[in-house]
């Protein structure tokens, strides 16, 4: 893999911040008010202004916002044929009373028909640029809610649900290629919630084996990745969770970053806004071939970084990874929900502005 295309040294995570106008919307579809068709319209509308302005501050990959989703990984998920939404009984985000519903298999996992797909295309064709997809990751099915989320009678055996996993995931990345993606992410907050030890506990009380599972996850997200053609580049992002300007874990990588990176992928989104993700350190695994995204700049409130604090902060990273191999993006996205987080719109496009100044500053480009 060569260290040029995505991800891109300006880039990002994906979601963004909710008009108003979109989210009020939303809620007179559920009261009856507005049709599907014309809250697909309001979408539309909502999608192009947001990709022209994603275009308009330098960005080279350009996303739909999620403007589509309530949840980042909910709305794909729930649409496998086997999954059923349940409230979520584990580790809970800080400082908020509503918390996600998490995944629980009830059925054998099937891509039984087209996920996201005429989304992804109503996205390409509104861009000049390169259309960057995002879909939770395989090991979203399985991390909060382990074996016990996962009917015994559907998965006698848990070989059988990984592979079924995998196939799925297959089948959808396929249909994304063949729709013209060439640039997808896995959201994958997998691996930053295993650095944490009581995310760890958790597990243990689930029925699982947390010193198991990084390598049981890299490998079925490269047995999803089995059959992607040449042209399509994937990412991973990985985060302490976000949610309402909240997170559920924290701790450093060390614990899973060796397994992580023999993730069959082009890049890692890495959350670094703050200590809770720790030191530079676990960065020394990185295989030479690929490239690390420094979360840097976070979505979690309005107050804009110092650009020369993020310099300094990539050189100190630039010690462990060559410059070639990092670029730099938020840490996550604006709006893991479509609530969205404590900061304003006018705040979200200035952190934008900065992760495209300073990779323009670092590397002379933002591709």
């Given at each position: 893999?060569?260290?040029?295309?995505?991800?891109?040294?300006?880039?990002?995570?994906g979601?963004?911040?909710?008009?108003?106008s979109?989210?009020?919307?939303?809620?007179?579809?559920?009261?009856?008010f507005?049709?599907?068709?014309?809250?697909?319209?309001?979408?539309?509308?909502?999608?192009?202004?947001?990709?022209?302005?994603?275009?308009?501050?330098?960005?080279?990959?350009?996303?739909d916002?999620?403007?589509?989703?309530?949840?980042?990984?909910?709305?794909?998920?729930?649409?496998?044929?086997?999954?059923?939404?349940?409230?979520?009984?584990?580790?809970?985000?800080?400082?908020t009373?509503?918390?996600?519903?998490?995944?629980?298999?009830t059925?054998r996992?099937?891509?039984?028909?087209?996920?996201?797909?005429?989304?992804?295309?109503?996205?390409?064709?509104?861009?000049?640029?390169?259309?960057?997809?995002?879909?939770?990751?395989p090991?979203?099915?399985?991390?909060?809610?382990?074996?016990?989320?996962?009917?015994?009678?559907?998965?006698?055996?848990?070989?059988?649900?990984?592979?079924?996993v995998?196939?799925a995931?297959?089948?959808?990345?396929?249909?994304?290629?063949?729709?013209?993606?060439?640039?997808?992410?896995?959201?994958?907050?997998?691996?930053?919630?295993l650095?944490?030890?009581?995310?760890?506990e958790?597990c243990?009380?689930?029925?699982?084996?947390?010193?198991?599972?990084?390598?049981?996850?890299?490998?079925?997200?490269?047995?999803?990745?089995?059959?992607?053609?040449?042209?399509?580049?994937v990412?991973?992002?990985?985060?302490?969770?976000?949610f309402?300007?909240?997170?559920?874990?924290?701790?450093?990588?060390?614990?899973?970053?060796?397994?992580?990176?023999?993730?069959?992928?082009?890049g890692?989104?890495?959350?670094?806004?703050?200590?809770r993700s720790?030191?530079?350190e676990?960065?020394?695994?990185?295989?030479?071939?690929?490239?690390?995204?420094?979360?840097?700049?976070?979505?979690?409130?309005?107050?804009?970084e110092?650009?020369?604090?993020?310099?300094?902060?990539?050189?100190?990273?630039?010690?462990?990874v060559?410059?070639?191999?990092?670029?730099?993006?938020?840490?996550?996205?604006f709006?893991s929900?479509?609530?969205?987080?404590?900061?304003?719109?006018?705040?979200?496009?200035?952190?934008?502005?900065?992760?495209?100044?300073?990779?323009?500053?670092?590397?002379?480009?933002?591709?």
């Open positions: 893999m060569s260290c040029q295309g995505a991800p891109f040294r300006a880039d990002h995570v979601s963004l911040l909710r008009p108003d979109l989210i009020r919307a939303r809620q007179d579809v559920k009261r009856g507005l049709s599907a068709e014309e809250l697909c319209e309001r979408e539309h509308e909502a999608i192009r202004e947001a990709v022209a302005k994603q275009e308009s501050i330098g960005l080279p990959a350009i996303t916002g999620e403007f589509r989703r309530e949840w980042w990984h909910l709305d794909f998920l729930s649409q496998l044929h086997g999954v059923t939404l349940r409230e979520n009984p584990g580790v809970k985000f800080g400082g009373e509503h918390q996600p519903p998490i995944a629980a298999v059925g996992i099937q891509y039984t028909r087209p996920i996201m797909v005429s989304a992804f295309e109503f996205l390409k064709r509104v861009t000049r640029r390169t259309a960057k997809l995002t879909i939770p990751s090991s979203m099915l399985h991390l909060r809610g382990g074996r016990s989320a996962i009917s015994p009678e559907a998965y006698p055996d848990l070989e059988e649900f990984w592979r079924d995998a196939a995931y297959r089948e959808s990345i396929a249909a994304f290629a063949a729709a013209g993606c060439s640039y997808l992410q896995l959201d994958d907050v997998s691996f930053a919630y650095a944490d030890e009581k995310f760890r958790s243990r009380r689930n029925g699982d084996d947390p010193l198991e599972l990084p390598r049981r996850y890299v490998q079925t997200i490269n047995e999803a990745l089995r059959d992607r053609p040449p042209g399509l580049a990412t991973l992002h990985t985060c302490h969770g976000n309402r300007s909240s997170w559920a874990t924290e701790g450093g990588y060390e614990f899973v970053a060796e397994s992580m990176f023999q993730s069959n992928i082009d890692f989104f890495m959350e670094y806004d703050s200590v720790g030191s530079y676990p960065l020394r695994f990185l295989p030479c071939t690929k490239k690390v995204v420094l979360g840097l700049v976070t979505t979690k409130v309005g107050q804009l110092s650009e020369d604090e993020i310099l300094r902060r990539i050189d100190a990273a630039a010690k462990i060559p410059l070639e191999n990092l670029c730099l993006s938020p840490q996550c996205g709006s929900h479509e609530t969205g987080n404590k900061l304003s719109h006018d705040e979200q496009w200035r952190k934008l502005e900065l992760v495209v100044r300073v990779a323009e500053k670092v590397w002379g480009t933002t591709s």
